[in-house]
């Protein structure tokens, strides 16, 4: 029956393919460019929208074929510099506006959630149409009837179905995968299942709100982003109701520059907002693209970002959160030599690994980015070079850090966008050399003291007692320590004693044995032999004899 399922799906993305022809947009790549004339033969070359760009085709084909390719189309919707500008244009589309389903299933999915009350009766006002539609859910606009503002965010009907029919067929196709050499050092296997541990995670409203919450606690004392308040008493797994925030959208550049935004500075605290979640929070937001981050630009100058969906969050275990500072620290400082022993030392690499090898491999990839800003850094060709550097040295993708990596890919494609002469290397370093400091040195040290001292200061009043109790058991431990040892010797001599008598009793039934032998082998006339088992046999028997009477 499973695979009855993947095979329907599998035609079923086949049929989308064809539909908007990009079977046929596979034969204009640059590898596949000699067999062009073949492309007019495939099907899509005939049923394709000729009215359509390619760019338009792509999207459309995206969106039909559901959110897990959505989701794709989204990462790669940041990364204008791998893209050709239509193709990019269209994709940002799958941000936050996708197509939505109808509003009056809104008003029945949200209507069963607080039944019996009808949606007139919890919001003074809804509107049917949404203000945003991505590829979970979609978002719309209310009033609670004490006047607040809000939105609601409702999951897309049959939704579950359709990331479990396609997290099934990318685990079909991760075990294919697996048969090949080269697929099981990405491990396929784990990468989705860490996919769809993050899906699942994004199908239950309950817990983004849970994140949210968390996030806005994580920056309540910050000036450089602000995180929307959350209804509770509003909130069910299948519907989410949050403060409406406003604000301009980070990928409206032109817009940004004519109110006068400080786009140097926006860049730079994007870094740091970034940093902060990762190394100084261990919980961050991974799902970064441009359609859920806004610009507050009240005050210009100064401005601070608006984030929302925070239905996809990532922590880090602390073994990686501190190989992945040390590496970024080590790689700021151009350190090559540390960045080839880290990836050893945490086992990303295997342990055999030829560390001055692998270190020149970094070099190569790592020297031509340097001290240049992003708008000159060819990412396309750097992700070409770190995938062959990985191939060549067996590196194993870690699942893990998956979401970390997506997460880099969004920062570094709105840093792109918004500010392209950021240097990255120099707003991040000192940001990382600061934790590193205050993680394992002096302030570390003089952090865990200030940590530690409210609990020595409650414990201080009982340490009389607490260090009389100390050597009371200590004597006690002492003194059983001294009987244990005595019953020790005891055994001991027991042992001994026993093994001489155990001697005795062998000599003594060996010089009867011997003495027996005599008897019976012996030549009769022979005094001499005779009188000699005679000897052995009295010797024995008096042994024998003896070790009784000890024992008695």
Not at 105 to 124: D, G, S
Not at 168 to 186: D, H, P, T
Not at 243 to 262: C, F, M, P, Y
Not at 299 to 321: C, E, W
């Amino acid at each position: 029956m499973l695979y009855f399922r993947q095979l329907i799906r599998l035609l079923t993305i086949y049929r989308i393919i064809t539909r908007y022809g990009l079977d046929e947009l596979l034969f204009s790549t640059k590898i596949l460019r000699p067999l062009f004339l073949l492309s007019r033969l495939t099907p899509g070359y005939w049923l394709c929208p000729k009215h359509l760009t390619r760019g338009m085709r792509i999207r459309l084909a995206i969106e039909a074929l559901g959110p897990i390719f959505i989701k794709f189309g989204q990462i790669l919707s940041t990364r204008r510099d791998l893209l050709p500008d239509d193709i990019a244009i269209e994709l940002a589309k799958l941000q936050d506006h996708v197509a939505p389903f109808r509003g009056e299933q809104a008003r029945q999915i949200i209507e069963r959630a607080y039944a019996p009350r009808k949606i007139a009766e919890v919001f003074a006002e809804f509107d049917t149409n949404p203000i945003a539609a991505a590829s979970i859910a979609q978002v719309h606009a209310a009033r609670l009837h004490n006047g607040r503002e809000v939105v609601i965010k409702v999951l897309r009907p049959g939704i579950k179905q359709q990331i479990r029919r396609d997290i099934e067929l990318l685990f079909l196709i991760a075990k294919l995968l697996n048969y090949w050499s080269e697929g099981r050092r990405l491990r396929p296997i784990e990468v989705v299942a860490e996919f769809e541990k993050n899906l699942h995670d994004e199908l239950d409203l309950m817990q983004e709100a849970a994140n949210c919450a968390q996030l806005k606690r994580n920056f309540k004392e910050s000036n450089v982003l602000y995180i929307p308040e959350i209804e509770w008493d509003y909130t069910h797994r299948h519907i989410m109701v949050v403060e409406r925030v406003s604000g301009l959208a980070v990928s409206d550049i032109e817009t940004l520059k004519q109110k006068g935004v400080n786009l140097k500075y926006l860049a730079e605290i994007g870094v740091e907002i970034f940093f902060t979640q990762v190394f100084i929070h261990n919980f961050f937001h991974a799902d970064m693209h441009p359609g859920n981050i806004f610009i507050d630009a009240t005050n210009p100058q100064r401005p601070h970002y608006v984030a929302v969906d925070f239905g996809i969050m990532g922590t880090l275990s602390r073994k990686d959160q501190h190989y992945l500072a040390e590496n970024f620290l080590a790689f700021f400082q151009r350190d090559y030599l540390r960045v080839a022993e880290l990836h050893v030392h945490s086992g990303w690499v295997p342990h055999g690994t030829r560390v001055e090898e692998f270190e020149g491999a970094i070099r190569s990839v790592c020297e031509p980015i340097f001290d240049r800003p992003i708008k000159e850094i060819s990412f396309g060709m750097v992700l070409l070079r770190l995938f062959q550097t990985a191939r060549r040295f067996h590196m194993e993708v870690q699942p893990q850090l998956v979401l970390l990596q997506k997460t880099l890919l969004n920062i570094e494609g709105l840093g792109r966008q918004l500010y392209p002469d950021l240097d990255l290397w120099k707003t991040a370093k000192p940001f990382l050399e600061r934790w590193m400091d205050e993680r394992i040195g002096m302030r570390a040290f003089i952090k865990g003291i200030q940590a530690n001292l409210p609990l020595w200061a409650e414990k201080l009043p009982d340490m009389p007692l607490l260090l009389h109790d100390t050597l009371v058991k200590r004597q006690t431990e002492s003194h059983h320590i001294h009987q244990l040892s005595e019953e020790i010797g005891k055994i001991r001599q027991d042992m001994q004693h026993q093994q001489r008598h155990m001697s005795l009793i062998i000599i003594g039934c060996s010089l009867l044995i011997c003495a027996s032998l005599i008897f019976t082998l012996g030549i009769k006339e022979s005094w001499n032999i005779n009188q000699l088992g005679s000897i052995l046999a009295i010797a024995g028997s008096a042994m024998l004899f003896l070790t009784w009477l000890k024992e008695k």
